[in-house]
Each structure stands twice: as C-alpha cells, then as structure tokens.
C-alpha cells in the first residue's frame, strides 16, 4: 500500500478551524504525535490514515485531499474509491484489475472501456460518477 497525498495547508486550516494541534488529531486517530507531524510535513498518509482523519476532523474527503472543480480522472477514481473505504487493493480484487493498475489509472492513466467498466461496478457507480468528478 502506497502512500497517497495530502494538502497540507487545507489539513493545517481543518486542524485550526477545529481548534486540533497535532496530539490531540494522533489520539483520535490512534498514531503517535511524531507520525501526525511527519504527516503535516511530508504530506502524505495511507488511504485508512486519511479516512482517519477525515472522520476525525468531520472534513469532506476532497478538502483533505485538496481536490477542488473540475478533477483529473486520476483524482476522480481516487475519491470515489476513499470515500467507498476502499483500499488500492480492495478495488483491484472488486474490479479483477492488477493493483499496479489501480494506481497507474490514480496517477492519470487512462484505462480501457473495459477496465473502467469494471472499476466502475466495484464501486457500484457509473464509468461517468467514477471518473468525471467535479468537487466544490
């Protein structure tokens, strides 16, 4: 599982706005103070550590992930697959698509009619909800 990328100015705006310093968000999602700062600093978590703190901060999924208007079909699937709690490798048995698969698509990789089509049914949306995504 791969580590996947946070805004780290919209993570430090939800953490302020929701009077949360580093320790008190690593209490609530169960890691230690060290790892929530290398988080803020680095900018990127595993997909259940962003579910984590989404929860935790009630914040929508693509503030955390800094997704706004129109999004890349990359930036689509990804979404999608968070917000249904999937992991990379989850959709890939769901979808009977290779996980390096998966994450090339995340990274703006086109898939076939057919592999989007699979995608799309694991997760139980349409090819358009799945890779179309426009986000206020």
């Known amino acids: 599982m791969s580590n996947l990328g946070i805004d780290t100015a919209a993570l430090a705006r939800l ?3 929701r009077d949360v310093d580093a320790s008190a968000l690593a209490k609530m999602i169960l890691l230690d103070t060290y790892r929530v700062n290398r988080i803020m600093k680095i900018g990127a978590a595993r997909d259940y550590t962003i579910l984590d703190i989404a929860s935790a901060l009630n914040a929508d999924l693509h503030d955390l992930l800094g997704y706004h208007g129109r999004l890349s079909t990359g930036q689509s699937l ?3 697959r968070l917000e249904a709690e999937m992991t990379n490798g989850d959709l890939s048995v769901a979808a009977g698509v290779k996980g390096e698969s998966i994450s090339g ?3 703006d990789v086109i898939p076939s009619l057919e592999k989007a089509h699979a995608i799309a049914k694991a997760l139980d949306k349409s090819i358009e ?5 426009t986000v206020k």
């Open 15 to 17: 953490m302020k706005e």
């Open 105 to 107: 698509y995340e990274r």
């Open 129 to 133: 909800e799945v890779f179309f995504r």
């Open 78 to 80: 990804r979404l999608t």
